[in-house]
């Protein structure tokens, strides 16, 4: 039982692990997105989102 509780220590270890990179590489493509999409001018409003969606 030990090693059972050690093996699921050790697996729980390596998906925070893998977790946190796939967070860093989520955030890198954000700001990547955003310095590509440049300053916006204005704030959306409520009136463009809905025209956004089809509302």
Not at 16 to 37: H, S, W
Request: hydrophobic share 40%; no cysteine; aromatic share 4%.
């Amino acid at each position: 039982m030990t090693e059972a509780v050690i093996t699921a220590l050790e697996n729980e270890v390596k998906r925070e692990r893998d977790t946190a990179r796939l967070a860093d590489r989520y955030a890198a493509i954000a700001g990547d997105l955003a310095a590509k999409a440049g300053p916006n001018p204005r704030e959306m409003t409520k009136d463009d989102i809905d025209e956004m969606w089809g509302h």
